[in-house]
């Protein structure tokens, strides 16, 4: 399968965004795929825990085990998997990384940053159904038991309950994709959920190139970014809407209105 396909308007675009998303089983459309949007096609697919550098391996369960100690002790109850989402959710690194089940919330994010208008972005797409035959075998027991193709904490639980029982299931790195709670109204929106490899070190895009039959990369050319952007507002694909709230409103008001031929400071 070619992993990277070059969009070349918008109506191809859209062909792009819901390829191979026909159930001919239900005879409708139900995507396997998750979504997550990048403003540059060069950025790598790494966790924030990775981006922090350092011996962030080592500097994980330091940073998970202070946010617990600090944040509000009814946030997320005992399941260490509902303290990991909270944490990402509120910019903590952690080794998760953000997906969203809708293309064009993903297509938003690949195209909400006026100052890389003149980059290509990309939108990598992962089969997650297909992802799951390389999971550890109890854990894919647990799918099968549910009927679920995604994991909740509560699924994950009954396997493991700690990041170091996670790594132990395995030795070969696998990634798992998580539902979060719905903490708030801007998971909700986004219709979202996150992926986790199971060591810190383990690099979901180096693992994604090892199984190239599982996803595939649109890559969006920086002349189409303005036109896709535009239309995105006009169907109410903003962050007024993705980010509920006065931070949300903001941040749209301002992309909304920077003129196209200059780039505004931030």
């Known amino acids: ?33 998750v979504y997550r949007g990048l403003s540059d096609k060069n950025y790598e ?26 944040a509000r002790r009814d946030s997320a109850g005992e399941s260490l998997w509902n303290w990991l989402v909270l944490a990402q959710h509120h910019g903590l690194p952690t080794r998760l990384i953000d997906w969203t089940y809708s293309p064009l919330v993903a297509l938003h994010f690949a195209t909400a940053n006026p100052l890389k208008y003149n980059d290509d972005g990309v939108i990598w797409c992962v089969n997650y159904v297909k992802a799951n035959q390389f999971l550890p075998q109890n854990l894919l027991d647990i799918i099968l038991e549910e009927g679920s193709n ?54 979901l895009g180096d693992w994604l190139q090892n199984h190239p039959d599982i996803y595939f990369r649109i890559i969006i050319p920086a002349e189409l970014k ?41």
């Open 1 to 33: 399968m070619q992993t990277d396909l070059v969009a070349t308007n918008w109506v191809h675009l859209q062909d792009l965004l819901f390829r191979d998303t026909w159930d001919e089983d239900l005879k409708r459309y139900r995507s396997a795929y």
């Open 45 to 70: 697919l790494v966790s924030s825990l990775i981006r922090l550098g350092g011996i962030y391996d080592r500097l994980e369960r330091h940073l998970l085990r202070n946010f617990i100690k600090y």
């Open 150 to 203: 995604v994991f909740t904490p509560y699924m994950l639980d009954k396997v493991c309950n700690s990041l170091h029982k996670l790594s132990e299931l395995q030795s070969e790195p696998f990634n798992i994709f998580l539902e979060p709670p719905s903490l708030d109204e801007r998971i909700v929106n986004q219709h979202a959920l996150s992926s986790l490899m199971s060591t810190a070190k383990a690099h």
């Open 226 to 266: 303005w036109e896709i952007r535009d239309k995105l507002d006009q169907s109410n694909i903003t962050e007024r809407v993705l980010f509920p709230g006065l931070d949300g409103l903001s941040m749209w008001l301002k992309r909304h209105y920077s003129p196209k031929d200059i780039l505004i400071d931030t």
